[in-house]
């Protein structure tokens, strides 16, 4: 069994927040391939299903963003998942609008939502790194991550989640360098922008 957790804050009010990337990322995941209804356990909100033959748990945490440990934790212990088995969703700053990576491991570049996760559960799991780019002044990040995706994003925002829904099943089966070239060259043929050519997941 696998765990797919995307990060948030769980209010209405910060559902288009580029700090709910992540979020709405498994969103389409549950939309697009048709999981179980949501339930609400483990500090979190739960659906099941399966994805290229594998059984799977969405979830999403409802702790706030640095507490997310508490709910990953809780599902990966009570459905014995391994840490390598779970994959987080999350927005990143240190990569483009639009970019998207994948990467086990490594540090938490001031992500708190990710840094709950690694004191909680430990540093080895799976992160799907979703670009939102930097306000280029580390003083007007918290502003920045906390604010609304813009008007002029929404397209492409939406975008990479159908892309990222689209291409689950490569993460699901355990090939993470094919999930990336499927986003790659599904956001390429919108047309919305170029982005750089897929580079192999971090290890």
Known sequence: MLLFAGLGNPEPRYASNRHNFGWRAVEAIHRRHRFGPWRR?????????????????LLL??????????????ASHFFKIPLADVTVFHDELDLLPGKVRVKLGGG??????LHSITATCG???????????????KDFVQHYVLSDFGKHDREWV???????????????????????NRVHLKLVGTGLFEPAEPDKPAA
Do not use: W
């Open 123 to 137: 540093n080895d799991y799976s992160r799907v790194r979703l670009g939102i780019g930097h306000p280029g002044d």
């Open 158 to 180: 939406e975008a990479v989640c159908e892309a990222v829904a689209e291409a689950a099943e490569f993460l699901a089966i355990g090939r993470p360098e094919e999930f990336q």
């Open 41 to 57: 356990r483990f500090h979190g909100l739960t659906a099941d299903g399966e994805l290229a033959g594998q059984k799977l748990i």
């Open 108 to 113: 938490n570049a001031g992500h708190n939502g």
């Open 61 to 74: 945490p409802l702790t706030y963003m640095n507490e997310s440990g508490r709910a990953v934790a809780e």
